[in-house]
């Protein structure tokens, strides 16, 4: 209904409008109306006035006057007439009332004219009224529409932030649930490994078995030189037969024990982050990772380039067995005489395991990184006060050689000076 209203109702321009087109109509109407009896009138006054200065005898003196002002009269009229556009009054009373009769005729014409064109201007004004309210409908629809626009607009906006706001929450969900894979893996870890006291006491345990062998090495061998003097060759060569049996079980023990002393180590040692390093170390690891795909001369010079900006060198390269993580006890005492050389009691020594491209790449990481344990855990026994050890691995590789995968199945001990 308040559509309906406001459709109905004109503006004020538009019905000013059409109040002065029905007022000039009427205005125009009403002078030619005027003119055709003033005319009318003139013509009868002028037929009048003949006849009666025929018939009556009127002196000269007004006669002339009267044509005088017949004469101003008649140039008054014909000036408006011209004014316009019409043409001049007839000379003759006759003709003027031909032309009277035609004024008449043209008069009556007028009017039907005007009466018509009434009628189409009424026609026009429904018909502008129509477009009027039809005007007034598309603007109410088009604001409508303009509103209903503003409100999907609006809309689409919160739905597009709200779309951006379920990406976001969809990669902190994913981010989170790694998160909790990786503390729950960890938290399984942390749960199989024994106490800082079973820690110690295995330890303390393993020191002991350590002592305890270097004696048994050191009577064995005094025991064997004084039954070489005293004993019989027969006896001797007994007593050597049975030691030599006895020293694969040894050396089997001997391993056995290096494997449980590093897998003790790893969860201290061991580093799955290079955010867990410090800032000279991490430095060097982020640059270890660049160059994999290098050739050997380009390995070299970089390796040069790190000593002079980053502090850090190679003092020690430990080759592994393929698929194992063992380290020869001959190799331990080399480790023992390059650490003890070492002149700073304040370096940081960072082992980094490499395993060949042969086997799988998941597996290559595991080796790699119990190899840089075994290595680092041997470091650790030997270092002084004051220096810190860690173990990170780099995986599978060919860097150092892309043929021999021996060459590959490596440690490097670097020694970073602080």
């Given at each position: 209904m308040e559509n309906q209203d406001s459709s109905n109702t004109k503006p004020d321009g538009v019905s000013a409008q059409n109040t002065s087109v029905k007022t000039g109509g009427n205005q125009l109407t009403t002078a030619l109306i005027v003119i055709i009896v003033v005319l009318l009138f003139v013509m009868l006054l002028f037929t009048?006035?003949?006849?009666?200065?025929?018939?009556?005898?009127?002196?000269?003196?007004?006669?002339?006057?009267?044509?005088?002002?017949?004469?101003?009269?008649r140039a008054e009229i014909n000036a408006e007439r011209a004014s316009r556009g019409l043409p001049p009054l007839p000379e003759n009373a006759s003709s003027a009332r031909v032309m009277a009769e035609r004024i008449q005729r043209d008069a009556t014409s007028l009017a039907a004219m005007t009466s018509q064109w009434q009628t189409e201007l009424e026609k026009k004004d429904e018909l502008l009224h129509t477009r009027e309210s039809e005007i007034a409908g598309h603007t109410q629809?088009?604001?409508?529409?303009?509103?209903?626009?503003?409100?999907?607009?609006?809309?689409?906006?919160?739905?597009?932030?709200?779309?951006?706001?379920?990406v976001r929450l969809t990669n902190d969900l994913k981010i989170a649930q790694n998160k909790i894979l990786d503390t729950t893996k960890q938290l399984q870890e942390l749960m199989g490994r024994p106490t800082n006291e079973q820690v110690a006491l295995i330890r303390k345990q393993l020191n002991d078995s350590l002592d305890a062998r270097n004696k048994l090495e050191l009577q064995v061998d005094k025991l064997t030189a004084e039954a070489k003097n005293k004993v019989g060759k027969k006896m001797y060569d007994?007593?050597?037969?049975?030691?030599?049996?006895?020293?694969?079980?040894?050396?089997?023990?001997?391993?056995?024990?290096?494997?449980?002393?590093?897998?003790?180590?790893?969860?201290?040692?061991f580093i799955e982050s290079a955010k867990d390093l410090p800032a000279e170390a991490a430095r060097l690891f982020a640059k270890l990772k660049t160059l994999e795909d290098v050739n050997e001369q380009q390995l070299k010079a970089a390796y040069t380039n790190i000593d002079s900006t980053l502090g850090a060198r190679v003092i020690h390269r430990q080759s592994f067995a393929t698929g194992s993580a063992q380290i020869d006890f001959d190799r331990e005492s080399i480790i023992r005489d390059i650490i003890?050389?070492?002149?700073?009691?304040?370096?940081?020594?960072?082992?980094?395991?490499?395993?060949?491209?042969?086997?799988?790449?998941?597996?290559?990481?595991?080796?790699?990184?119990?190899?840089?344990?075994?290595?680092?855990?041997?470091?650790?026994v030997l270092r002084a006060t004051g220096q810190e050890v860690r173990a990170v691995y780099l995986g599978e590789t060919a860097r150092f050689s892309k043929t021999d995968e021996m060459a590959n199945q490596i440690c490097e001990v670097w020694e970073i000076k602080r």
């Open positions: 009048m006035n003949g006849k009666m200065f025929q018939s009556s005898g009127t002196p000269d003196g007004d006669l002339t006057a009267l044509k005088t002002r017949n004469t101003q009269l629809t088009a604001q409508r529409l303009y509103a209903q626009i503003t409100t999907l607009q609006a809309k689409l906006d919160q739905q597009a932030g709200s779309a951006d706001q379920v007994d007593i050597a037969a049975e030691l030599a049996q006895l020293k694969p079980e040894h050396r089997k023990q001997r391993y056995e024990i290096q494997r449980l002393r590093a897998e003790l180590d790893r969860a201290k040692l003890s050389k070492s002149g700073d009691t304040n370096a940081y020594f960072l082992v980094v395991g490499y395993a060949s491209k042969s086997g799988g790449k998941e597996q290559n990481k595991t080796l790699s990184s119990k190899r840089a344990t075994t290595v680092a855990s041997v470091v650790n």
